[in-house]
């Protein structure tokens, strides 16, 4: 089952980002001062794609014996057309996002947030479905 990522942002009061989680993926929630429109959209595309080759542990199963390192790295410049990038590990997990996209609080609360659950969920085999376009 492919699950899908969702980002929503939210005015009022400072809050750390947290994530909610639904049936069929989850809701990454930031206050808007550490996400911008642009980034929440670049945020929910890469953790949907990579929610391919990771699944929450069944019902049941022990949560995994180490957590994995998980990193975001805001850099001031990117290759041209690049917003973020994932070097996704079983080891170690990194974004690389251009840093006009989320803040340095926002970036290191949610990489901790991540990281907190990481022991729940495990690697799965990647499965790509292409289909044909609509005429």
Request: aromatic residues 10%.
């Amino acid at each position: 089952m492919q699950l899908f990522m969702r980002v929503e942002r939210r005015e009022g009061e400072y809050f750390e980002p947290y994530i909610n989680d639904h049936d069929d993926g989850c809701t990454f929630v930031f206050h808007d001062d550490d996400i911008t429109e642009e980034g929440a959209e670049y945020w929910a595309q890469v953790t949907s794609e990579q929610a391919l080759r990771w699944a929450p542990r069944p019902p049941g199963k022990a949560r995994g014996e180490t957590r994995i390192p998980i990193r975001i790295d805001l850099k001031a410049r990117m290759e041209e057309g690049v917003f973020i990038l994932l070097d996704d590990y079983p080891h170690a997990i990194t974004y690389t996002m251009d840093a006009r996209l989320m803040s340095e609080r926002g970036a290191a609360s949610i990489a901790r947030t991540l990281e907190d659950r990481s022991q729940d969920w495990e690697r799965v085999p990647a499965r790509y479905v292409i289909r044909a376009k609509a005429v």
